[in-house]
């Protein structure tokens, strides 16, 4: 038994060692300088340590033409709403990618987000000191921003996270 045991437990190393190189050549791949690699590396442990569905993530992330300090800081951020919050990682990339691409942040991406867990809506209706239902209708009208959104989400991350490891600062200024 002993041995099944240690057999057992050996596969599970290996496995986790193998998951650990994998985030390295992704971070090669995607062109990450060490430091930049040393957070990805943070950021899968923080997201559970999925590799396939932290690679898909990380791919949806560079798909949206972030510059690539800006996509370090993106899968840090969702790592840590992922962590903090118990959501699934791709769909919080889903819901953050698909308001950087369109520009918009519709009732549908706070929705995703609500979904898995993160309190946008009233995080957002502070941050305009205004209602949940409020909240609701600027999304649906398009009045808040990407932008504002960005912010709000590192706030919340920064709020959950419990470690020394924090959401620096927003990404994609540019960007509302």
Do not use: C, H, P, W
């Not at 867990?117 to 999304?139: C, E, F, P, W």
């Not at 990407?146 to 620096?168: F, W």
Request: aromatic share 4%; no cysteine.
């Amino acid at each position: 038994m002993l041995f099944r045991s240690g057999s057992l437990l050996g596969t599970l190393i290996g496995d986790i060692a193998s998951q650990g190189g994998k985030i390295k050549e992704l971070g090669a791949d995607i062109g990450f300088s060490a430091e930049q690699t040393v957070q990805l590396q943070k950021a899968f442990k923080l997201a559970g340590q999925d590799a396939d569905k932290f690679t898909e993530a990380v791919q949806n992330i560079r798909g949206v033409g972030l510059a690539i300090e800006d996509q370090a800081k993106a899968v840090q951020l969702v790592s840590a709403l992922t962590e903090a919050y118990g959501g699934n990682i791709v769909k919080v990339t889903n819901a953050l990618t698909g308001a950087l691409e369109t520009g918009k942040v519709t009732q549908a991406t706070l929705n995703q987000l609500t979904s898995q867990g993160i309190n946008i809506q009233d995080a957002l209706a502070v941050k305009y000191k205004t209602s949940r239902d409020n909240i609701l209708l600027m999304a649906k009208d398009g009045k808040i921003s990407v932008q504002n959104l960005i912010d709000v989400l590192v706030e919340i991350g920064n709020a959950g996270v419990t470690s020394s490891n924090k959401v620096e600062s927003s990404f994609a200024s540019d960007r509302k």
